[in-house]
C-alpha cells in the first residue's frame, strides 16, 4: 500500500478500490463460474510465481498487476478453459487476458476515464525472483481475493 | 439452422477459444471456425477463406481491429460478412468508432454465452 497521504491520492484509492473490487468480483463471476469476496483482513500473501500485467495510459496511466501461486494460475485457466491447460504458455495467455478485463472492466466503470485511457497488450512473468519497480509514483491500491482457497492479488498503481 | 463458418480475431489463443466455444453455447451450428491473432492474419485468412461471420477483438499487435474492420471491404470474399467486436474497450468513442467502420455489433468483455448469442443471432439474419 501507498503510504501517499495527499488528499486526491487517498480519495482515488477511497472512492476506486470498492470499484477495482467489483471489477475482479464480476471478471471472476463471468469467465471463471467463481464467487470470490475481497479479504478485509488479508491473512494471506499471494505468491508471485505468475504475475500479469497492464499498463494504463492517458487519463489514466499506471499499471495493473494480478499474481498468483503457480497452481493457482493453472485452476484460472482450467476454469477458463473448461479443460486442464496444456502448457505454462497458455496459463499464461489465460491470467493475462484475466488482467486485461479485470483492466478493462475497471475503467469503464470510471464515469469518463474510459474514452480516454488506454490499455496496453497484456504481460505475464512466471517465476518468483524479480521485484517489480513500477515508475507510477502515485497512489496504490491492492485487493486480495481468495480464489479456490488460495490468494491473487490485484494491484493497481497509479502515475499521480 | 444452417452451418456457420466463423472467423475469430483476438492476439490471445484462450479467448478465441472462449469465443468458439461461446458460440456454440449461443446454439450457433459450426461447421467451422478460422483464426487469427491479429487483424493482418485475419485479412490473409479471409483470402483463402469464406467465412459467414467474424468475432473480432480490438487490442492487438500488428493490426488492431479498428484497423482490420476499416480494411475488410478489401477482402472481395468478405464484403457484406457481419463483424462483432468482443473487446475490454468499452468506452461510446470505441463503440461508435467500430460501427462506423462497419462492424455490426459490440460486445463487451467479460461477456456471456447468452449475451453472445444476443449479440451475434441477429447479425447472422436468415443464414441460421
Same mark, same amino acid.
Do not use: W, Y
Given at each position: 500500500m501507498s503510504t501517499d497521504t495527499s488528499f486526491i491520492t487517498r480519495s482515488h484509492e477511497e472512492n476506486w478500490l470498492p470499484i477495482l473490487q467489483l471489477a475482479v468480483e464480476e471478471v471472476f463471476e463471468i469467465m471463471l463460474g467463481s464467487r470470490v469476496k475481497p479479504e478485509t483482513l488479508p491473512e494471506h500473501e499471494a505468491s508471485g510465481e505468475f504475475t500479469a500485467m497492464i499498463g494504463l495510459a492517458g487519463s489514466l496511466c499506471g499499471i495493473l498487476?494480478? +499474481?498468483?501461486?503457480?497452481?493457482?494460475?493453472?485452476?484460472?485457466? /482450467?476454469?477458463? $478453459?473448461?479443460?486442464?491447460a496444456k502448457s505454462e504458455e497458455e496459463v499464461a495467455d489465460a491470467?493475462?487476458?484475466?488482467?486485461?478485463?479485470?483492466?478493462? #472492466?475497471? /475503467? #469503464? /466503470? $470510471?464515469?469518463?476515464?474510459?474514452? +480516454?485511457?488506454? $490499455?496496453?497488450?497484456?504481460s505475464v512473468i512466471t517465476g518468483g525472483e524479480y521485484s517489480l519497480h513500477s515508475l507510477a509514483d502515485g497512489s496504490s491500491m491492492e485487493a486480495i481475493f481468495l480464489f479456490e482457497d488460495a490468494p491473487v492479488s490485484v494491484r493497481l498503481q497509479l502515475q499521480s | 439452422m444452417g452451418k456457420i463458418r466463423a472467423l475469430i480475431? !483476438? !492476439?490471445?489463443?484462450?479467448?478465441?477459444?472462449?469465443? =468458439?466455444?461461446s458460440l456454440r453455447q449461443a446454439g450457433i451450428d459450426l461447421d467451422k471456425v478460422v483464426e487469427a491473432s491479429n487483424g493482418a492474419e485475419a485479412l490473409v485468412a479471409l483470402q483463402n477463406n469464406t467465412v459467414d461471420l467474424i468475432l473480432c477483438d480490438i487490442n492487438m499487435p500488428v493490426m488492431d481491429g479498428l484497423e482490420f474492420v476499416r480494411q475488410v471491404h478489401t477482402v472481395e470474399s468478405a464484403k457484406g460478412v457481419p463483424i462483432v467486436m468482443i473487446t475490454t474497450e468499452?468506452? =461510446?468513442?470505441?463503440?461508435?468508432q467500430a460501427l462506423t467502420a462497419g462492424a455490426r455489433g459490440y460486445i463487451r468483455k467479460p461477456f456471456t454465452a447468452d449475451q453472445v448469442k444476443e449479440h451475434v443471432v441477429p447479425v447472422l439474419g436468415s443464414k441460421i
Open positions: 498487476t494480478v +499474481r498468483c501461486d503457480g497452481k493457482t494460475a493453472f485452476q484460472v485457466a /482450467k476454469c477458463m $478453459l473448461g479443460d486442464t491470467l493475462g487476458e484475466i488482467c486485461n478485463m479485470i483492466a478493462g #472492466n475497471f /475503467k #469503464n /466503470k $470510471l464515469a469518463g476515464a474510459d474514452e +480516454r485511457c488506454m $490499455l496496453s497488450v497484456p | 480475431v !483476438d !492476439d490471445s489463443s484462450v479467448m478465441r477459444k472462449i469465443v =468458439e466455444r468499452g468506452s =461510446e468513442s470505441h463503440v461508435v
